[in-house]
């Protein structure tokens, strides 16, 4: 959408606000609100100014003037607000160079894309993320000194079967790891995903299914693919609208990849495919009908599997659904087959559709930089013609332990992926697509994280340690 189309939207239908948001380095939707009478032309021209230092990982309190570029394209109607609003997702700029701010997650994104462009491989990437969630109706946690400990609960979960409930208990629920794909009344989430999925339509975002997933209380609505910048503002308005839609119907929503014990994690499976000059460039007479350029692709992703891990899965709960010996994709290998491979390449007939799918991100991430990371590592493939060895198109889960210790994996840890991301980290800063002060930056806030969580008794130590 022009300059001169969102003007005419705020006219046409009297907006009053106009919500202007960003993505902190976490991942995590910030917004400012102004009077929709301030927002002219010179507005989305020069941007309007913010304070950079309360936002944890940016500048200092004496470098703290930045700035807001709104992209007009990124406008839609919220459709939660009483007031009518309109939002444009912004980018971050210094004041005093118009240069983009070094962290600013979607710079890189943007960054990311032209970095594809001057490289001569592609012209466009096109990513299409499956973000899977929980959602419940009772969260409660601690984490004081004397009390470290959570507690979760929704009606139809599996562990419920027994519960007594005034209204009595109707017994249809998916036990653990059944929830793929019963009809109601065991499938009770489809009127609110539904309604998730129509908000989003209305919204402008192309959205084709939804479904539950196979763990209790795990869900996940389906995004038709679209370019790497848009399509990570998009998850972004996937998030905002699932948590949002959820609140109002009494319910709670969370995207960390493992909330409970002895179930399946989330994951977000991303696909990703390059295009040149109008034509698939993943498309070719190599495995599984790819090009050897998509081979490529997938060598790269391969070879920096355990930096991308940083970025990817970016929080120490990320390691919890990584585990080797279950349905995790933790073996870095690719296979048309094998879903527990890092890779694998979905089955299609049109070559248009022919695309590399990346397995082991999960929905905590910051889209921005897990999707211009995964390009990065694609292009470091590509540009090295770096080859990933024969797929695996064995039974993985079934391989003796003597041939699958011989494939080597993901990381098992935070620590061991920021560790990873420090020693390996050149690939993301060719065309200047991230910097070192962006990563050193981002590393600082992941270590914060990484030392909370190690220095924190957990309960199962009581259990395993108390009365030694």
């Given amino acids: 959408m022009s300059k001169?189309?969102?003007?005419?939207?705020?006219?046409?239908?009297?907006?009053?606000?106009?919500?202007i948001r960003f993505t902190d380095p976490r991942g995590k939707l910030q917004h400012v609100t102004v009077m929709a009478d301030l927002v002219d032309e010179d507005f989305l021209e020069d941007g309007f100014m913010f304070d950079g230092s309360s936002?944890?990982?940016?500048?200092?309190?004496?470098?703290?003037?930045?700035?807001?570029?709104?992209?007009?394209?990124?406008a839609?109607?919220?459709?939660?607000y009483a007031e009518k609003t309109l939002c444009l997702h912004c980018n971050v700029v210094e004041p005093d160079t118009g240069e983009p701010y070094s962290r600013d997650p979607r710079s890189t994104a943007v960054k990311a894309e032209a970095y594809l462009k001057s490289t001569g491989i592609g012209d466009a990437a096109y990513f299409g993320p499956e973000a899977e969630f929980f959602i419940f109706d009772d969260v409660r946690y601690s984490v004081t000194p004397q009390k470290v400990a959570f507690q979760i609960d929704a009606e139809k979960a599996a562990w419920n079967t027994d519960?007594?409930?005034?209204?009595?208990?109707?017994?249809?629920?998916?036990?653990?790891?059944?929830?793929?794909?019963?009809?109601?009344?065991?499938?009770?989430?489809?009127?609110?995903?539904?309604?998730?999925?129509?908000?989003?339509?209305?919204?402008?975002?192309?959205?084709d299914k939804h479904h539950h997933e196979v763990a209790?209380?795990?869900?996940?609505?389906?995004?038709?693919?679209?370019?790497?910048?848009?399509?990570?503002?998009?998850?972004?308005?996937?998030?905002?609208?699932?948590?949002?839609?959820?609140?109002?119907?009494?319910?709670?929503?969370?995207?960390?990849?493992?909330?409970?014990k002895g179930d399946n994690g989330s994951g977000m499976h991303v696909n990703?495919?390059?295009?040149?000059?109008?034509?698939?460039?993943?498309?070719?007479?190599?495995?599984?009908?790819?090009?050897?350029?998509?081979?490529?692709?997938?060598?790269?992703?391969?070879?920096?599997?355990?930096?991308?891990n940083a970025l990817t899965n970016p929080g120490t709960n990320s390691y919890k659904r990584l585990i080797p010996g279950f349905e995790a994709p933790v073996l870095r290998a690719y296979s048309a087959r094998n879903r527990s491979g890092c890779v694998r390449i979905p089955w299609t007939e049109s070559p248009k559709a022919k695309r590399v799918e990346a397995r082991f991100p999960d929905p905590s991430a910051n889209p921005y930089l897990a999707f211009a990371a995964l390009l990065m590592a694609g292009i470091d493939g590509i540009r090295n013609r770096i080859d990933p060895g024969p797929a695996s198109d064995k039974d993985l889960y079934d391989l003796p332990p003597e041939e699958l210790a011989e494939i080597p994996t993901v990381c098992g840890s935070l620590r061991e992926a920021l560790?990873?991301?420090?020693?390996?980290?050149?690939?993301?800063?060719?065309?200047?697509?991230?910097?070192?002060?962006?990563?050193?930056?981002?590393?600082?806030?992941?270590?914060?994280?990484?030392y909370a969580y190690e220095h924190t008794p957990h309960p199962v130590e009581y259990q395993m340690y108390y009365s030694c």
């Fill in 272 to 308: 990703m495919s390059i295009w040149k000059d109008g034509k698939p460039l993943f498309a070719g007479d190599k495995y599984a009908d790819l090009s050897q350029e998509a081979l490529w692709f997938i060598g790269g992703i391969l070879k920096h599997a355990k930096a991308l």
């Fill in 216 to 260: 209790t209380c795990q869900h996940e609505l389906g995004l038709v693919f679209g370019t790497l910048t848009a399509q990570a503002d998009n998850i972004q308005k996937y998030k905002y609208v699932i948590h949002n839609v959820a609140h109002a119907y009494g319910k709670t929503v969370t995207f960390m990849p493992k909330p409970m």
């Fill in 76 to 80: 839609y109607l919220d459709p939660f």
């Fill in 419 to 450: 560790e990873s991301l420090a020693a390996d980290h050149d690939f993301l800063l060719a065309g200047d697509v991230f910097t070192k002060d962006q990563l050193e930056g981002y590393m600082a806030l992941k270590w914060e994280e990484v």
């Fill in 163 to 207: 519960a007594e409930f005034d209204t009595g208990n109707l017994a249809h629920r998916p036990g653990h790891k059944g929830g793929y794909f019963p009809v109601n009344p065991m499938d009770e989430g489809q009127d609110l995903r539904s309604e998730m999925l129509s908000t989003m339509k209305r919204m402008g975002m192309k959205v």
């Fill in 55 to 74: 936002i944890a990982g940016w500048k200092s309190i004496d470098q703290s003037d930045m700035k807001l570029i709104p992209d007009t394209s990124s």
């Fill in 4 to 19: 001169d189309k969102v003007l005419k939207l705020l006219k046409d239908e009297e907006v009053e606000y106009v919500d």
